[in-house]
């Protein structure tokens, strides 16, 4: 039935372009998350240890310690808003696909119902001719 759908291509096109939008928008997602969890993770590993260094060679590493993890998180940061502005990038493509999309699957769902009518018919009106046939021989 899709064989006589004269859009059949282009409908195929974008289901492709539409599953591309999608996997990058997963790849998106997913790599905001894993940088939200890596900060989450960061943040809890600083409010450990909080017991108070006993000489001043061990406040310096720590402070060193500290001052390293702010620069991390300040990387992580920029981090995760380039990741959640990919995202907000990849949700516009998939939803701009998904617009390009749906109408296509429309009209093909349209044209599959015309063409099961159309073959129902047909077997209907060879089934009335064989029976008027039938009824005319008898």
């Not at 059949?8 to 372009?17: D, H, M, P, T």
């Not at 409010?47 to 060193?64: E, F, H, I, N, Y």
């Not at 380039?82 to 907000?88: D, G, K, L, V, Y």
């Not at 390009?100 to 159309?118: D, F, N, S």
Request: no cysteine; glycine share 6%; proline share 3%.
């Amino acid at each position: 039935l899709m064989a006589n759908f004269p859009l059949a291509g282009l409908l195929r096109l974008r289901g492709i372009e539409l599953d591309a939008a999608q996997g990058r928008l997963a790849g998106a997602n997913r790599r905001t998350i894993e940088n939200r969890e890596h900060r989450s993770r960061i943040m809890a590993g600083l409010g450990t240890g909080q017991t108070r260094p006993s000489d001043p060679a061990t406040l310096m590493a720590v402070a060193a310690a500290r001052s390293s993890a702010r620069a991390d998180l300040a990387a992580l940061d920029a981090l995760i808003a380039s990741s959640e502005q990919e995202q907000a990038e990849a949700q516009a493509q998939f939803r701009e696909a998904k617009m390009r999309t749906v109408p296509l699957e429309k009209m093909a769902e349209r044209h599959r119902g015309e063409a099961i009518a159309a073959e129902l018919k047909a077997e209907q009106d060879a089934l009335d001719e064989a029976a008027s046939q039938r009824a005319a021989s008898r």
